[in-house]
């Protein structure tokens, strides 16, 4: 269920992490200062744990010295239900990692009707859609992730249709209903070959 919570009117990205250099929030740092220079009121919150303490100081050196540092916004960790909020209020959902898994926090973004900018890693192009519901870019490419960032921030209307299609495919593909009823599946199908073994 989606956040009762309009997007903000000011351009907002949002980055929900911790942060270590893998998850590559150093290249979103680098692309958000290309950002700015075409969307000056475009704003960041970095939203982890500082899993890596010295990166974390790195991080706000960084900004610093990109000039954006009065732009950006480091936060700690949330509880879910706080960082769902931040989720809808943004107008666009940013996760560049450099290595994945399957990160949960891109479905969490789609179900709360934001549309989602991340790197081509592990599983992540199985549930974006390049272009429906968010961006896909190469890891380690600050260049092209500005460039689709842009894109977002700069136009309100795009923002909104990438999320509610993004929020269309979670509803669709990634439902809590979908989820139990595939497990119903695999339990039937689990006892069904268990009697006919028996």
Not at 111 to 140: C, I, K, M, N
């Amino acid at each position: 269920m989606r956040p009762r919570v309009p997007r903000d009117e000011t351009p907002l990205a949002v980055y929900p992490g911790a942060l270590t250099p893998l998850k590559g929030v150093h290249h979103l740092l680098h692309a958000f200062a290309r950002v700015t220079a075409a969307v000056p009121d475009a704003r960041l919150v970095v939203v982890g744990r500082e899993m890596d303490a010295t990166y974390a100081r790195e991080l706000r050196t960084l900004a610093d010295r990109l000039g954006i540092a009065s732009r950006v916004t480091f936060a700690p960790a949330l509880p879910q239900p706080e960082l769902a909020v931040w989720m809808r209020r943004a107008w666009a959902v940013v996760l560049p990692s450099l290595s994945e898994g399957m990160p949960r926090v891109v479905l969490e973004a789609m179900a709360a009707g934001t549309a989602v900018v991340a790197t081509r890693v592990a599983g992540v192009p199985e549930v974006v859609q390049d272009g429906v519901s968010g961006y896909l870019v190469q890891p380690g490419d600050p260049e092209r992730l500005a460039g689709v960032l842009r894109a977002l921030l700069a136009d309100r209307r795009l923002a909104d249709e990438l999320g509610r299609r993004a929020g269309a495919a979670a509803d669709h593909g990634f439902s809590e209903e979908r989820y139990v009823r595939g497990y119903a599946a695999v339990i039937a199908a689990a006892r069904t070959a268990a009697g006919a073994a028996g």
